[in-house]
């Protein structure tokens, strides 16, 4: 059957290649049809427990997308006119944003105080033409006199501050976020030439979103372009065939094409994540098409004809090439297994190109090959020496290759527990970025990057009122104050002391919680008569007055830290709030926190379930049980040692950094499946001895996987030039692991199965 579909093939080549070019043509226009969207929430799947929690925490108290004007003035003090007129300016434009829904500033802060028997409250600083010196120094004393300001809206020492634009984005609209930033960014830069003594810098979650999608764009775009040269210029000096190396290209072009086009036609709404489907892709690609080049090219050397040789080239490599295709998508399906969908959207686009470099692969290229003179008889060359060579020392010095190797995996599985799963979002960008820098500048000069959110509630209507209600949350906010790290932590008491304290004629010694409830509830009813309908309190307290909510802003720090904390608060408010109903902490740090427990737990889960897969897949592909089983040792590996390096020099695993043993589960399945077929073949048809047999398959496909292997290798390792930290990491750790698979498969596995594969075979045809 083999024999007559090649045969077909070579008869129609023209009539395949039409076909072939005329799908993708039809299948890569559907990529017109693909829209991005740089919203966070995506990553969380709805089922998120996490996510859940904080949409019913934004139900009541609003969403808490933002975009975060950081401001501080070259001369280091915000009370001067032209400073405190920049912040006003913002504010007033930051309503007119795309989506805007609150605007909070030192300028439209409600102040209070008590003029007889009236308690008024108004902006700071309602028109910035009132900017009179005595103005301003009223205006400095109420700002840096007021405790839920400090390190929160305005630095301490009063020269950096932040104006905070809240947004509501419709669900329906994945490009708000972008029409948001690029709005802001417009107003900065306005800003930035009205107000030129100052600066002026953008951050919050709605912008590190957009700037995220930016980031893996420009990595596209940049990356991806030199990995095709690396790619070009590998394959040039590699294989030394030009036509070799173009039709290679082609294959891997024509695969990630028709992947995107693909998902185009379905309308699938893709997240910055699936910018690593060309480099994946590519890789796979290349491994198949090098695979049936290196294989024409030998039966050209032993002066076969050339659609001869097109014949053998794919009689030897049909199986291997269609194993290890379904081996790399079972082991690429396993993201699946994630918590996060983008990374759910990733293997599965990843399989789609897998199986269309599969049908490429069997199509495209036996046609191409049998249409044009790719190759032409070459002399053994400087390669095929240097693999046998390789050959006869593994085969010389097998058992110190195998105890050397195993020791290597030993010591550096060991290093494996180093590994600190945490989330560290922060330093996603580098120094390169604004949003970058402006975490860093706020972490420093002005509050904490990170926050939790708590709802603290009493089950009954105006229970906030309740003086020990209001005793237990300030009990609560003065033990968050404690705990290292925190910069800020804000409640419903903030507001009932400063209350108290304006209507007792502004004396610091009344700066405490009223003492009934009928002066809290009377404190807090004129309180919000005097507020603007756009600056009420329904971000702070429900709408039955039942509970309230309680912010907690933390200096930048890991996932695990954040955590960490989030568990001793809950376990003091067991202790000591029995009379409060309170929710888990939520927010998006928190949920990203948990996103990367679950995500490793589900993987190692879906990593267990491929492996089996893929063993069952070898032991029928290769008909052993022995060597199925066997294979599974250099194909685990790899990883073991990538993660070990990882642990022993990095030691932090990030969702990023989880997610690469299953992109390179099946990839590195691939070099031990060539190896172990080639293997078998000269066992099995040549009737060769074990050690011939490893001999054999060094010269047959060792030049092959060291072509395929060092041109992936580069084409990862440009990834490491990426500023954005999923990027740089992925492709370093697949980089690693592949290379560790080439050396598993090289050192490794052929001295394993010269210990344990003493068993004879009989002839037959593989």
């Known amino acids: 059957m083999l024999s007559n579909y090649t045969n077909w093939v070579i008869k129609n080549h023209k009539l395949v290649l039409l076909f072939v070019l005329l799908a993708v043509v039809f299948l890569a226009s559907g990529a017109r049809n693909l829209s991005f969207t740089n919203e966070f929430r995506v990553y969380f799947s709805k089922e998120n427990p996490q996510l859940e929690a904080l949409e019913r925490m934004e139900v009541t108290y609003g969403k808490q997308d933002a975009i975060y004007f950081f401001i501080t003035p070259k001369s280091g003090d915000l009370f001067k006119k032209e400073h405190l007129s920049l912040i006003h300016d913002i504010t007033e434009a930051g309503w007119l944003l795309p989506h805007a829904e609150r605007v909070n500033s030192i300028t439209n802060f409600q102040h209070t105080e008590v003029k007889g028997d009236e308690l008024t409250t108004g902006y700071i600083l309602r028109h910035k033409t009132d900017l009179t010196p005595q103005k301003i120094a009223w205006i400095k004393q109420a700002i840096m006199d007021e405790p839920t300001l400090i390190n929160n809206a305005i630095a301490k020492d009063g020269s950096a501050t932040g104006v905070v634009v809240r947004l509501r984005l419709p669900p329906n609209n994945k490009m708000a976020p972008d029409e948001a930033v690029g709005e802001a960014r417009k107003l900065q830069a306005k800003m930035r030439e009205t107000y030129p003594d100052a600066n002026i810098s953008l951050g919050g979650g709605t912008t590190a979103g957009v700037v995220l999608g930016e980031a893996v764009g420009a990595d596209m775009q940049n990356l991806v372009g030199l990995s095709y040269a690396i790619l070009i210029v590998g394959l040039l000096v590699l294989l030394r065939s030009l036509r070799g190396m173009l039709v290679t290209v082609l294959l891997v072009t024509f695969s990630i094409a028709a992947t995107m086009g693909t998902y185009g036609w379905f309308g699938v709404i893709l997240t910055p994540v699936a910018g690593w489907v060309p480099s994946v892709v590519m890789t796979i690609a290349v491994a198949d098409c090098v695979h049936i080049l290196i294989s024409y090219y030998h039966s050209l050397q032993q002066g076969v004809d050339r659609k001869d040789a097109v014949r053998e080239a794919i009689r030897i490599n049909v199986n291997p090439v269609f194993v290890t295709s379904l081996t790399t998508i079972i082991g690429v399906l396993c993201l699946n297994f994630s918590d996060s969908p983008p990374y759910r959207d990733l293997g599965n686009m990843v399989a789609l190109g897998v199986l269309f470099a599969w049908i490429f692969s069997m199509t495209m290229l036996p046609a191409v090959l049998a249409w044009l003179d790719i190759g032409k008889r070459q002399r053994k060359d400087f390669k095929f020496s240097l693999i046998d060579s390789l050959a006869s020392f593994v085969i010389t010095r097998r058992k110190a290759l195998l105890i050397v190797m195993g020791l290597c995996a030993v010591i550096l599985a060991s290093f494996i527990p180093r590994n600190e799963l945490t989330e560290r979002w922060h330093e996603y960008f580098d120094e390169s970025f604004e949003q970058r820098r402006t975490i860093e500048q706020i972490d420093q000069r002005l509050t904490g990057v990170h926050s939790i959110r708590y709802l603290l509630d009493t089950g009954e209507d105006n229970g906030i009122h309740k003086p020990e209600y209001l005793q237990t949350v300030e009990a609560f906010a003065n033990w968050y104050r404690q705990q290292p790290g925190v910069a800020y932590v804000g409640s419903i008491v903030d507001v009932q002391k400063r209350l108290n304290k304006n209507m007792h004629s502004g004396d610091k010694e009344w700066y405490r919680l009223p003492e009934s409830r009928e002066l809290a509830a009377q404190y807090f009813l004129l309180y919000e008569i005097g507020l603007p309908r756009e600056l009420n309190m329904d971000d702070m307290v429900n709408y039955n007055r039942s509970g309230s909510l309680f912010r907690v802003l933390i200096h930048k720090t890991h996932s695990e830290a954040i955590l960490n904390l989030d568990n001793r608060a809950r376990e003091w408010l067991q202790q000591n709030a029995g009379n409060i109903q309170f929710s888990e902490g939520t927010g998006m740090d928190i949920i990203f926190g948990y996103i990367n427990h679950r995500n490793i737990r589900q993987l190692l889960l879906g990593t267990l ?102 041109v992936l290798v580069a084409g990862f390792l440009v990834l490491v030039a990426s500023s954005f930290s999923p990027t740089w990491v992925s492709g370093l750790l697949l980089a690693m692991t592949l290379s560790y698979a080439l050396l598993a498969d090289f050192l490794f596995l052929p001295p394993l199965l010269m210990v344990l594969d003493r068993r004879g075979y009989t002839r037959q045809a593989v």
């Open 609 to 710: 379930l491929a492996l089996v897969l893929i063993s069952i897949v070898l032991i029928f592909a290769l008909r052993s049980v022995r060597l199925g089983l066997l294979s599974l040792v250099p194909n685990l590996v790899p990883a073991t040692l990538a993660y070990g390096t990882w642990g022993l020099t990095v030691g932090k695993v990030d969702l990023s950094a989880s997610v690469v043993i299953c992109m390179s589960l099946g990839i590195v399945v691939d070099d031990t499946v060539h190896f172990l077929s080639k293997y078998l073949r000269a066992r099995r048809e040549q009737n060769l001895q074990i050690e011939e047999g490893i001999r054999y398959a060094f010269q047959t496909v060792g030049v092959a996987l060291s072509i395929t292997t060092i």
